[in-house]
């Protein structure tokens, strides 16, 4: 599984962003997609996730309410819009995707990365 992100900018506080993953290779069975983001001096930590069975969507208590994550083609095309967002939401963000029978919204479940785009929200 390979993962390519895109859409990482710079943004004023309050704009918006709307990321995307491209993923190619091999799938078998229904799975999660993901997204993840690590500012700088922080650990990585899970942002949302969504299960391509039934777009079961799930959120981080900081995504809530702010952030949409979508998916089309069985997780092939991966989304996540970003609303209000704030100097602290500034982080590389990561597409991530699991194996058949993970849980969404566990940042365990994740096994392939992207290689990452910048956010900075100013």
């Known amino acids: 599984v390979q993962l390519v992100e895109s859409g990482g900018d710079s943004v004023q506080a309050g704009g918006s962003l709307r990321l995307s993953c491209a993923a190619s290779?091999?799938?078998?069975?229904?799975?999660?997609m993901g997204w993840f983001r690590q500012a700088p001096g922080k650990e990585r930590e899970w942002v949302a996730g969504i299960y391509t069975g039934d777009n079961q969507a799930y959120y981080a208590d900081s995504a809530a309410g702010r952030f949409y994550i979508s998916q089309t083609n069985a997780g092939r095309t991966t989304s996540m819009t970003m609303r209000m967002l704030a100097p602290e939401d500034t982080a590389i963000y990561y597409c991530?995707?699991?194996?058949?029978?993970?849980?969404?919204?566990?940042?365990?479940?994740?096994?392939?990365w992207g290689q990452g785009t910048q956010v900075t929200v100013s």
């Open positions: 290779g091999y799938f078998q069975g229904i799975y999660c």
């Open positions: 991530a995707a699991s194996d058949p029978g993970a849980y969404c919204d566990r940042s365990g479940s994740y096994a392939y």
